[in-house]
T-cell receptor, first 114, second 109 residues
Framework: DAMVIQNPRYQVTQFGKPVTLSCSQTLNHNVMYWYQQKSSQAPKLLFHYYDKDFNNEADTPDNFQSRRPNTSFCFLDIRSPGLGDAAMYLC?????????????FGPGTRLTVT | KQEVTQIPAALSVPEGENLVLNCSFTDSAIYNLQWFRQDPGKGLTSLLLIQSSQREQTSGRLNASLDKSSGRSTLYIAASQPGDSATYLCAGRDDKIIFGKGTRLHILP
């Protein structure tokens, strides 16, 4: 089945140690998104790629970066994780940007910072 | 700026009862309204998506309605089961998806 895959599902990193989360998709969608969801909070959009065009949300910290080497893969890099970065990170894809394209979500990666 | 609110934050209901989850949004100019389910520690599963031109959508025991004029959507769950226990999030869509914080639903066996 076509789907959005996130690896790993659980990631533990140390304070200040760079970490990379991975997302891949078999839907051949043009847009890939990264959301951060802290406990009992709404998912918050960090940035998205429309093809190779990177779009950063205004309030996304510089500590968060992203790479999209090809259509199928997108990575979230956290350069120096702090305790406040512990969260669920959700990847989503859509065929096109904005409306009316539905977003399809992966299972998420839960990041713990020790 | 669009804001999405879900009240209550948590709800416990005996098994077998019908229940309604509420979602309100501040900007009626949304293109669609989507309901998601999230199990503990897991990602989002899309349940129903209602386009702005629609009033409701149904899938099995689930029925979602949309009233743009009042800025409200409801998710109706019929004959609740313990397996329905999860967090339910609604999300309004203009140029971005804006999520509510969700309602944690617990169905009591």
């Amino acid at each position: 089945d076509a789907m959005v895959i996130q690896n790993p599902r659980y990631q533990v990193t140390q304070f200040g140690k760079p970490v990379t989360l991975s997302c891949s998709q078999t839907l051949n969608h043009n847009v890939m998104y990264w959301y951060q969801q802290k406990s009992s909070q709404a998912p918050k959009l960090l940035f998205h790629y429309y093809d190779k065009d990177f779009n950063n949300e205004a309030d996304t910290p510089d500590n968060f970066q992203s790479r999209r080497p090809n259509t199928s893969f997108c990575f979230l890099d956290i350069r120096s994780p702090g305790l406040g970065d512990a969260a669920m990170y959700l990847c989503a894809t859509s065929e096109g940007p904005g409306v009316p394209y539905e977003q399809y979500f992966g299972p998420g990666t839960r990041l713990t910072v020790t | 700026k669009q804001e999405v609110t879900q009240i209550p934050a948590a709800l416990s209901v005996p098994e077998g009862e019908n229940l309604v989850l509420n979602c309100s949004f501040t900007d009626s100019a949304i293109y669609n309204l989507q309901w998601f389910r999230q199990d503990p520690g897991k990602g989002l599963t899309s349940l129903l998506l209602i386009q702005s031109s629609q009033r409701e959508q149904t899938s099995g025991r689930l029925n979602a309605s949309l009233d743009k004029s009042s800025g409200r959507s409801t998710l109706y769950i019929a004959a609740s089961q313990p397996g329905d226990s999860a967090t339910y999030l609604c999300a309004g869509r203009d140029d971005k998806i804006i999520f509510g914080k969700g309602t944690r639903l617990h169905i009591l066996p």
